[in-house]
């Protein structure tokens, strides 16, 4: 498979790169893949490896731009979708936007904020969107959540606002390009940004199939008799509102591993420039949340993209380091030598 996709991609330099190919070649081209991306001539993804090694991405991945629905999994019913009714995006802004009412009240006010907080008819209390709506911040997410676990709550194909509201960063999707490359030190592909990206900045989603919790617990066991990879470092709980929710067979989970877009071959850093945030649409919808990467301070054209895998959690005194964990190589200052795998 991969001499053949090999045979495809030096084919690309013509006019018409599908002349003398098959359907399976076309089909199995992560180039063609990532080309046929509604933004691919606006923010391209672009592949390369300049080791020595002569890798190539897997045979068996395929990149997507939308995330699929597993056996047993489907979006709530229409009947139960539904947005604000904000006349216009000021409204949405200043009006008291329906999309806020499940989030927090706590610890949202701030001097910045204080035209909004005089403005805001909203009286349970100060609910304001994530990101920042205008100047020159506009878009990027507040400093206030950076460092926090909180939700997103963003306005969506239901709502009666714009398109272009300011509320809707996750919705519109990513507006970076990027580029997949060979790591020369042992951790096979990352990601690296190919244009400078600000605090704050929407980088991109975590797609894959979305799975029940049943499916992910049976594709990890038979993941174990594999020795080449490690099923949990392409698994994504959807987990953030597993308490609400409380109902185990609409606990969903995301497999990347061989459905997926670039985020999946984002690296770990146990000093990262990016951080996962949950981010809702549709209320109904609360177990097929978005899982969204955001730079968490601003990263440099060249710069590889990481988050951290286990979000900081460290292992205690005594604690076994056996099969269990898998030895981190980002080689960072307060790398933490192990993480899980």
Known sequence: MEIATRRHFFKHGGQDPSIGLDSAEIQNCHWCQLRSFANHEKYPIS????????????????????????????????????????????????????????????????????????????????????????????????????????????????????????????????????????????????????????????????IGEVITDSEAVERRKASRKKATRKKDLYLFDLDKFWEVIQDDKNRLVIDGEYRSGPSRFFNHSCDPNMRIFARVGAHAELNLHDLAFFAIRDIANGDELTFDYVDGQVLQDGEPRDGDYTKCLCKSTNCRGFLWS
């Open 47 to 206: 592949i390369i490896n300049d080791t020595d090694d002569g890798a190539s991405l897997p045979a068996d991945f395929r990149f997507i731009s939308e995330r699929i629905l597993g056996k047993g999994v489907s979006r709530a019913e229409a009947s139960f979708l539904s947005g604000c009714e904000c006349t216009s995006n000021e409204h949405c802004m200043y009006g008291g936007c329906e999309c806020l009412s499940d989030l927090p009240d706590s610890g949202l006010e701030s001097d910045e904020d204080a035209d909004f907080r005089r403005r805001s008819n909203n009286h349970n209390g100060i609910k304001k969107f994530a990101y920042y709506s205008s100047g020159e911040k506009a878009g990027l997410l507040r400093k206030s959540y950076l460092n926090t676990r909180t939700a997103i709550y963003e306005c969506h194909e239901q709502c009666n606002c714009g398109p272009d509201c300011p509320n809707r960063v996750v919705e519109r999707g990513r507006t970076l390009p990027l580029q997949i490359f060979r790591t020369n030190d042992g951790r096979g592909w990352g990601v690296k940004a190919t244009v400078d990206i600000k605090c704050g900045q929407f980088v991109d989603t975590y």
